[in-house]
């Protein structure tokens, strides 16, 4: 059995040849714009360092997917058409689409480009699947986060393409590609315009005895004792007062880390095992594609999964394994 393909995050050219150096089979990466959902600022790829990425990549056995995975606007399909015409003109090895618009253009215009469905489409059934698979072409589907082990296992029996799923790195507890949240206070969400909680909108203050206050726009979303580790402020990992009690009401703020569960995912049929991460810093990419790929290998070669310690890039220095083995509230 061939190993999982590990897919690693490319925030920036930088990054692109850290994750490629330290392992990485696959980068993925996206244009410095609104066509890919990690619109931030300082961060992505102009049309020449996408090309010498790709040559990069191509030059050290690895393969570079381009993100364009997040929804066109109604009546201004042209900047999703020409990043799809861009990537494939230079080679992209995969592009991983959300919008079924931008799908239908990218099958109809580049027949022969190998195509991806993003998590942001949110394609979790047999039926859903089997439809982009038979209408599209789509070889791969990258999972939502909501679907347990058993749950992939089964849906793997089901369909005729590859699998992907996220093993590392920020989670979302919303259905991908239905998440709005980050727009009712701050008028952007990551699917329409590529960024969840804009640092624009994100503030931080103190008050007496030093406790700590985050905003997002005009919401409070924490406030932290002196000495506690303030994690970054989103709707969905807030702490609020709800039936009497003080608490994290959706998701605590903490990280997916499954490496212990990669064999599992092979037993399930997982082509490829996805890191998180393209807005984080180039150590950041080094250790955790580093320490997954000493990990893969070994689960190849003697069966068993190397032990890693990433608890310091996690998320408040907490980890979890997420709904594959959740206990919900």
């Known amino acids: ?12 050219p930088a990054a692109l040849r850290e994750a490629i150096e330290a392992g990485a089979h696959a980068v993925y990466c996206g244009f410095r714009d609104e066509t890919n959902a990690r619109n931030f600022p300082g961060l992505n790829f ?3 360092e996408m090309e010498e990425a790709i040559d990069f990549a191509h030059g050290r056995g690895a393969k570079v997917l381009v993100a364009i995975n997040t929804f066109a606007q109604a009546g201004n399909m ?6 799809v015409d861009d990537a494939a003109a230079m080679g992209a090895d995969a592009l991983i689409l959300a919008d079924l618009g931008v799908v239908d253009h990218a099958r109809a215009r580049h027949p022969d480009q190998r195509l991806h469905l993003s998590v942001q489409a949110s394609a979790s059934s047999p039926e859903a699947i089997g439809f982009y ?19 992939i296992a089964a849906l793997n029996e089901q369909i005729e393409c590859e699998t992907e799923v996220f093993v590392f790195g920020g989670l979302c507890v919303m259905a991908e590609g ?30 007496d005895g030093g406790e700590m206050v985050s905003r ?10 002196a000495g506690e580790k303030a994690g970054y402020p989103t709707l969905c990992k807030g702490r609020f007062e709800a039936a009497g009690r003080r608490l994290y009401v959706f998701e605590d703020p903490t990280s997916l880390n ?28 080094r250790q955790v594609v580093g320490d ?16 890693t310690s990433l608890a310091s890039l996690s998320e408040g220095a907490q980890e979890t394994q997420g709904v594959y083995r959740k206990t919900w509230r």
Not at 1 to 12: F, Y
Not at 135 to 151: A, K
Not at 270 to 275: D, F, G, N, Q
């Open 1 to 12: 059995m061939s190993a999982m393909e590990l897919v690693c995050p490319a925030g920036t």
């Open 46 to 48: 102009s049309r020449p």
């Open 78 to 83: 042209k900047l999703w058409e020409q990043a």
């Open 133 to 151: 698979v038979r209408e599209f072409g789509i070889r791969r589907v990258v999972l939502p986060r909501v679907l347990t082990l058993p749950e």
């Open 178 to 207: 239905r998440c709005l949240l980050s727009s009712y206070a701050t008028g952007k969400s990551p699917n329409m315009n590529g960024v969840c909680s804009p640092p624009s909108h994100v503030a931080y203050s103190e008050r």
């Open 216 to 225: 997002l726009g005009n919401f409070t979303i924490n406030t932290f004792a």
């Open 258 to 285: 499954a490496v212990d569960m990669l064999a599992e995912f092979r037993d399930a049929g997982v082509t490829a095992l996805k890191i998180e991460g393209r807005q984080r810093s180039k150590a950041y990419v």
């Open 292 to 307: 997954f790929r000493r990990a893969v290998d070994a689960l190849q070669t003697t069966g068993e999964t190397a032990r």
